[in-house]
C-alpha cells in the first residue's frame, strides 16, 4: 500500500490567497483526519471524518477553514482567506474501524508558509 | 479524558535499551494506551498499542502493570535513526471519540553514538 498521500507536499503563498491540501487515505480506511502541526500549539486534530460524513469540526479554528470528503479516496482542506498565523504543517491520517484506542496512519504532510 | 505525563527529553546511547514511561493516574476501564513516533519533518507513525499486560511487535514493546495507571515503552538496542519524539495517547475511540485526544509535546529521545 502507498500510504496516505498528501498534495503539495509545500506550498507558499501570500496573504489573501485560497489554498486547497489535498488528502488520498490508504485504501480500505473509513476514518480520515486532518490535523495542524506548529511549535507552538503542538499537533491538533482540526476535523475528522467517517464514511466520508464530517463527524467532529470543533477543532476547526475558523469559518476560513473548510474540509470536504466527496469520496472514500480523496479530501481537501481549503482556506480562504489564507493568513500569515496559518502557517504550519498540515497533516492528513486515516484508520479503520477498530476497537478501542488511536491507531492513526499519518501522512508526510503539507507544510503551509503563508507571507 | 485520562490526562497523560511523560518526560520532555531523555538521552541515550546506541545500543542501550530506552524505556519511556507515561503516567496515566485516571485511565479509564475501556481505554487504550497508544504510542507515536515521530521523526523531523515527517508525519507521526503509529508504534503499538495495547491494553493490558505486554504487547510486542517488531518495532517495540509495551509494558501495561495491572493498575494501569503508567505504561512503558521500550525500544530495544536503539541506533542513532530511533532519535525521534514519541508520544504517548490514551483514550478510547469508541465512547470520546477523537476530538478529545490529545499529542501532547511528548518525550524527544536523543540516542547518542
Known amino acids: 500500500d502507498a500510504g496516505v498521500i498528501q498534495s503539495p507536499r509545500h506550498e507558499v503563498t501570500e496573504m489573501g490567497q485560497e489554498v486547497t491540501l489535498r488528502c488520498k487515505p490508504i485504501s480500505g480506511h473509513d476514518y480520515l483526519f486532518w490535523y495542524r502541526q506548529t511549535m507552538m500549539r503542538g499537533l491538533e486534530l482540526l476535523i475528522y471524518?467517517?464514511?466520508?460524513?464530517?463527524?467532529?469540526d470543533s477543532g476547526m479554528p475558523e469559518d476560513r477553514f473548510s474540509a470536504k470528503m466527496p469520496n472514500a479516496s480523496f479530501s481537501t482542506l481549503k482556506i480562504q482567506p489564507s493568513e500569515p498565523r496559518d502557517s504550519a504543517v498540515y497533516f492528513c491520517?486515516?484508520?479503520?474501524?477498530?476497537?478501542?484506542?488511536?491507531?492513526?496512519?499519518f501522512g508526510p504532510g503539507t507544510r503551509l508558509t503563508v507571507t | 479524558l485520562a490526562k497523560t505525563t511523560q518526560p520532555i527529553s531523555m538521552d541515550s546511547y546506541e545500543g542501550q535499551e530506552v524505556n519511556i514511561t507515561c503516567s496515566h493516574n485516571?485511565?479509564?476501564?475501556?481505554?487504550?494506551i497508544t504510542w507515536y513516533q515521530q521523526f523531523p519533518s515527517q508525519g507521526p507513525r503509529f508504534i503499538i498499542q495495547?491494553?493490558?499486560t505486554k504487547v510486542t511487535n517488531e518495532v517495540a514493546s509495551l509494558f501495561i502493570p495491572a493498575d494501569r495507571k503508567s505504561s512503558t515503552l521500550s525500544l530495544p538496542r536503539v541506533s542513532l535513526s530511533d532519535t525521534a519524539v514519541y508520544y504517548c495517547?490514551?483514550?478510547?475511540?469508541?465512547?470520546?471519540?477523537?476530538?478529545?485526544?490529545?499529542f501532547g509535546t511528548g518525550t524527544k529521545l536523543q540516542v547518542i553514538p
Open positions: 495517547l490514551v483514550g478510547d475511540r469508541n465512547s470520546g471519540g477523537y476530538q478529545k485526544v490529545t
Open positions: 485516571n485511565i479509564a476501564t475501556n481505554d487504550y
Open positions: 471524518f467517517n464514511n466520508n460524513v464530517p463527524i467532529d
Open positions: 491520517a486515516s484508520s479503520r474501524q477498530v476497537a478501542g484506542g488511536y491507531e492513526q496512519y
Open positions: 495495547g491494553y493490558k
